[in-house]
């Protein structure tokens, strides 16, 4: 049914399967309420086990919960020590120990709004957990969702970065003008003032 939607919709999609049991999925640009329905059709199309972390918040009512937990959603504390890298580098690392697949989806700037650039937390989760990134990039101009650039970050950031921006370019999300450049910003700035006026 996933499929079958996805190509009513117009949507290729370029996906040969995950290399390792656990990494970390970008997804880039994130401009529109309309992306994450796209993803998950393309997650149940394709039967891929993707997780994404939430507000512990948002799980705690029943029934909401119990939706969130069913499309693939971890509950992460913002304000225990360590923060939400800290969780998920916890649970990298149990999933390996126990031999368990896991790969965590999730948009790297973190709003739909424009930002001066991505919010680190997946480059810190990755690095500490040792996990590969896969680079999903989401165009709407080609009505393409492409799943097929991974890569071991080597530490240097802006090496990385740029690896990233150039396997990034050219994407159009829907709202082109919201997408956020390819930079990681500091950590330290408060999510209220990342807003690009």
């Given amino acids: 049914m996933a499929s079958r939607i996805l190509k009513w919709m117009g949507w290729q999609v370029k996906f040969d399967g995950f ?3 656990q990494g970390i999925a970008v997804v880039y640009p994130h401009t529109s309420n309309w992306d ?10 394709y039967g891929i086990p993707v997780m994404f ?3 512990d918040s948002l799980f705690k009512w029943p029934l909401i919960g119990s939706w969130m937990r069913w499309l693939g959603g971890i ?8 923060g939400v890298v800290g969780q ?14 896991l790969w965590l989806g999730l948009s790297p700037e973190g709003t739909r709004k424009r930002i001066p650039g991505w919010r680190s937390g997946f480059y810190l989760t990755a690095t500490k957990a040792k996990v590969p990134l896969c ?10 969702i492409s799943a097929v650039d991974f890569m071991d970050l080597s530490g240097d950031q802006k090496q990385d970065m740029a690896q990233i921006e ?6 159009k999300g829907l709202h082109p003008e919201l997408a956020s450049p390819i930079q990681l910003i500091d950590p330290k700035i408060s999510r209220q003032d990342l807003v690009v006026k």
Avoid: N, S
């Fill in 135 to 144: 680079i999903v990039t989401l165009d709407y101009a080609k009505r393409e």
């Fill in 53 to 55: 972390w939430g507000k």
């Fill in 75 to 82: 509950p992460v504390k913002r304000t225990v020590a360590g």
């Fill in 36 to 45: 994450f329905p796209v993803m998950l059709m393309m997650k149940w199309a």
């Fill in 19 to 21: 290399p390792t049991m």
């Fill in 166 to 171: 150039a396997i990034c370019q050219g994407v």
């Fill in 88 to 101: 998920a580098v916890k649970i990298f690392e149990e999933h390996k120990q126990a031999g368990q697949y």
